[in-house]
């Protein structure tokens, strides 16, 4: 038997006007698009990795914490505004379906932001391959971080935690 995969859709980015650096991950999971915030899943280690870095934790309310980091200076978005895909994981994007959001908008409509960290490898190839061609010439500075994860279960959270802390770093946090 043949399994349908949904057509899934990402949200609108966390930011303010005056964010500096921007976060972006490749697609929300299933637990994130069912409770319509990023990074949902109780195991994903971005909220108490922002709760640790900037105050966003995870036992706060979620417009709260979407307060804190955008106070921070962080935006928050997905490299896919839509794609296909059956289960949570990345490896699980079906590469033709996929619609990349629109950075050029984005970035017009925040300029200070300088800095943009890759949540995981797949949100940085997915950038590359299919938003950076399209992107006019850029100042913009780019680095990947160790994927919040659980999928990624390699990385002690520790681990994770000293990798990003290049974030709050950069916020001037």
Not at 67 to 82: F, M, Q, T, Y
Not at 144 to 167: G, Q
Request: aromatic share 10%; hydrophobic share 45%.
């Amino acid at each position: 038997m043949i399994r349908h995969k949904p057509h899934i859709h990402s949200f609108a980015p966390i930011a303010a006007p005056d964010a500096t650096l921007l976060i972006l991950g490749s697609m929300p999971g299933k637990a994130s698009l069912l409770a319509n915030q990023y990074y949902a899943h109780p195991r994903n280690a971005f909220w108490p990795i922002m709760g640790e870095l900037f105050g966003a934790d995870p036992a706060m309310p979620y417009a709260r914490r979407v307060r804190v980091l955008e106070h921070a200076g962080v935006a928050v978005w997905d490299v896919l505004a839509s794609c296909t895909r059956g289960s949570s994981l990345d490896s699980d994007i079906d590469e033709n379906s996929i619609v990349p959001n629109d950075f050029a908008s984005f970035f017009r409509a925040h300029p200070r932001i300088e800095r943009v960290f890759f949540n995981g490898v797949k949100a940085e190839a997915s950038f590359r391959r299919h938003v950076l061609p399209r992107l006019a010439a850029t100042t913009l500075r780019f680095e990947r971080l160790p994927s919040t994860s659980p999928a990624n279960a390699s990385w002690s959270h520790a681990r994770k935690l000293r990798a990003w802390r290049i974030v709050a770093a950069n916020a001037g946090v």
